[in-house]
């Protein structure tokens, strides 16, 4: 696998139960078997649900923007693996997420992504 530059969000999956999770974890949160394996995550998924932060959270740990704070959309998006993942949701307008399918931009400091599909990865079993 070189996908070291890639943008990929590193999972795991249970070798005894198949229950997939994120972060990457060695031990499987379902049947506790502590033999989960590293799983690399579809970049594609559908928007399960969302909201929108209209105000600047606590700082720290946020960090605003040199220019102003202006309202983003955070929420969980549904992975073909079977799990949802927290991230920040881009858009260009908040009345397109419902179910919108989205792509994966950047995973750090936290997962991001996109509204519409332009990775050319599709879903990995
Ligand atoms: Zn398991």
Known sequence: MEES?????????????????????????????????????????????????RFAPKSPPYVPPAESFSPYAVGYVELPEGIKVEAILDCDHFDELDRAPVSLVAISPVPRFAVGRFTTQGASQ
């Open 5 to 53: 530059s890639a943008v990929v969000l590193r999972g795991s999956r249970c070798s005894q139960c198949g229950t997939v999770a994120f972060p990457e974890s060695t031990m499987c949160s379902k049947c506790v078997t502590p033999t989960a394996d590293p799983l690399t995550l579809s970049t594609e998924g559908v928007v399960w649900a969302y909201t929108i932060q």
